[in-house]
């Protein structure tokens, strides 16, 4: 049974492996938990396009020793042309399409992130970005071999990616989806990020770089613009925050779900279970998955649209009200209308005693399907996720979409610092609990942790149920007392993407460092 990787030196984990070495080159070089990232960030996004990609956002938690944790939110606003008119001039009026120019409507954050979270590093010993970015200019250059992860997508997604302009060129090979192990070049990528470690990560929205995407942008239908490259900037903010009996954890603001996945873990701590893997264990927590989906799709959204911030969500009174309704043995009826997204996570620390908690994403898989032919960058559809009738989540110019994105944070009452998160879209904050709970309130290997079978309640990755779906390695004692207190159990392969991606580290405070890494992706943990 594989066990967490251990060290005190620097640990990262990645679902690519390249991503992974390429981090820990960077903390092997002296460079910080911060720079790894960065370096891994730039890494996946060439080896790992299905999942995500330069043109997207990302959100970053960093913890320091002495300091608070610190939240980078590099989420990208709508297009000042992005109005519910704009769209029903062009025929939208439902809803926004998924697919293509129309769907890229957000400016992508995610570099801007990269940046503010680099200037934390002090000038004097931050290393070169030409240092930083060059594993992933060479994997661009060079070329990556397809993984079955990415050919297996590519194949599924096809029919509504082949037509959208830049798509086929750029991911396929002679018009048909690459095997696993096919060489993908992505010449024009890598000039472009060759750009970004010359002229700095700010030319990405000022100058040739923004001007190339602007203009193909409009041509294919975007309501983006260079104005709207200029003006985006990542925003230092204050993470979100909850104590529970193990410590206090930290997750990302609103326009994400970051508060989906620490209510659920708040709430599950008021049940009071004492043993992990039981009925109790998955039943509680898949109950309190619910009473916070419910508050989540009635009124989350961008921060200046909600009725009431999402960390008043969090008060102890709201919380104590929201457990009293969970019934320990009967499922509330289900199902919900699912939020769906697709990205990474990884997690990095340093000897220093930073630890970083990352996620970048374009949305669904391959995002808008747009790509530039120029710069290679493809672009993310998160706005397609916007709503065309009124509510929180309506669509206006400047306003940032709902995000499934959550990275997490938790620093514990014995010392330890942890960082944790997964892909997945729907399963995020489902993923983190099982992930959570099993370690820190069960005492479970950090590794066996992540590994263990997982749960599933609504859709995510295209899937139509809404049931309540378990990998086929559970205890079929536990599955049948799930059936019989009234969920809607599907089984689904065992090792299944739909349970996500899922990673951790865990910094002991004596120094130790603990990675983990999920065995369905493509990655690596690297504890040295």
Same mark, same amino acid.
């Given at each position: ?13 990645? =679902? ?16 910080? $938990? ?42 990208? +606003?709508?297009? /000042? ?16 399409? $998924?697919?293509?120019?129309? /769907? ?23 290393? =070169? ?6 594993? $992933?200019?060479?994997? $661009? ?43 993908? !070049? ?38 983006? !613009? !260079? ?62 998955? &619910? ?6 799709? /009635? ?11 999402? +960390? ?116 995020? =904050? ?28 609504? &859709? ?48 002991? =405070? ?19």
């Amino acid at each position: 049974m594989l066990h967490s990787a251990l060290g005190f030196n620097g640990a990262i984990t990645a =679902p690519h492996r390249a991503a992974a070495l390429a981090g820990r080159d960077i903390l092997e070089a002296g460079g910080t $938990a911060i720079e790894a990232m960065v370096a891994a960030a730039a890494t996946i996004a060439v080896t790992y396009p299905h999942m995500n990609g330069i043109g997207g956002d990302g959100f970053w938690i960093i913890h320091r020793p002495g300091q608070a944790p610190v939240g980078i939110s590099a989420c990208g +606003q709508a297009a /000042a042309l992005a109005t519910p008119e704009w769209y029903a001039e062009r025929g939208h009026t439902a809803a926004i399409p $998924a697919r293509g120019g129309m /769907a890229a409507l957000t400016a992508p954050g995610t570099i801007s992130g990269w940046e503010m979270a680099l200037a934390l590093v002090p000038e004097a010993r931050r290393l =070169p970005l030409e240092r930083l970015l060059g594993q $992933a200019i060479a994997y $661009a250059e060079d070329g990556i071999a397809v993984t079955g992860n990415q050919s297996v997508t590519t194949a599924e997604k096809l029919e509504g990616l082949r037509d959208v302009p830049g798509f086929a060129e750029t991911f396929l090979f002679d018009g048909e989806v690459p095997a696993p192990g096919h060489r993908l !070049r992505q010449a024009a990528l890598a000039k472009t990020i060759s750009t970004l470690a010359r002229d700095g990560l700010r030319s990405f929205y000022e100058g040739p770089i923004a001007e190339a995407h602007a203009a193909w942008l409009e041509a294919n239908g975007s309501p983006l !613009r !260079r104005e709207d490259f200029a003006a985006c900037r990542a925003r230092e903010v204050t993470p979100l925050t909850v104590r529970t009996s193990h410590g206090t954890l930290y997750n990302m603001t609103a326009p994400t779900q970051g508060v989906t996945s620490l209510m659920i873990l708040a709430l599950f701590d008021r049940l009071g279970v004492t043993e992990g893997e039981g009925f109790d264990h998955l039943h509680g927590l898949i109950e309190a998955t &619910k009473q916070a989906f419910l508050l989540r799709n /009635a009124g989350l959204g961008d921060p200046d649209s909600m009725e009431e911030p999402a +960390q008043a969500w969090l008060d102890d009174a709201r919380l104590d009200a929201l457990a009293a309704r969970i019934d320990r043995e009967t499922a509330l009826p289900w199902p919900h209308e699912p939020k769906d997204g697709d990205t990474i996570w990884m997690g990095a620390a340093d000897a220093d005693g930073t630890v970083v908690s990352f996620i970048q994403s374009v949305f669904w898989e391959f995002g808008s399907g747009l790509v530039c032919p120029e710069t290679g960058v493809f672009f993310q559809n998160r706005g397609a996720g916007f709503s065309l009738a009124p509510g929180p989540n309506q669509l206006a110019p400047g306003k940032r979409p709902f995000h499934t994105l959550n990275p997490a944070l938790a620093q514990l009452g014995d010392g330890r610092v942890m960082a944790y998160g997964t892909m997945g879209g729907e399963g995020q =904050p489902q993923t983190q609990s099982a992930v959570f709970s099993r370690h820190v309130q069960f005492g479970m290997d950090l590794q066996q942790a992540v590994t263990a079978p997982r749960w599933l309640l609504g &859709k995510t990755w295209g899937e139509a149920t809404t049931s309540l779906k378990l990998e086929g390695r559970f205890d079929p004692g536990v599955v049948e007392a799930l059936r019989n207190a009234g969920h809607d159990v599907e089984i689904i392969p065992p090792f299944s993407d739909m349970a996500g991606h899922a990673g951790a580290i865990v910094r002991h =405070p004596d120094g130790l460092l603990e990675a983990a890494t999920d065995p369905r992706s493509d990655g690596a943990a690297v504890s040295y």
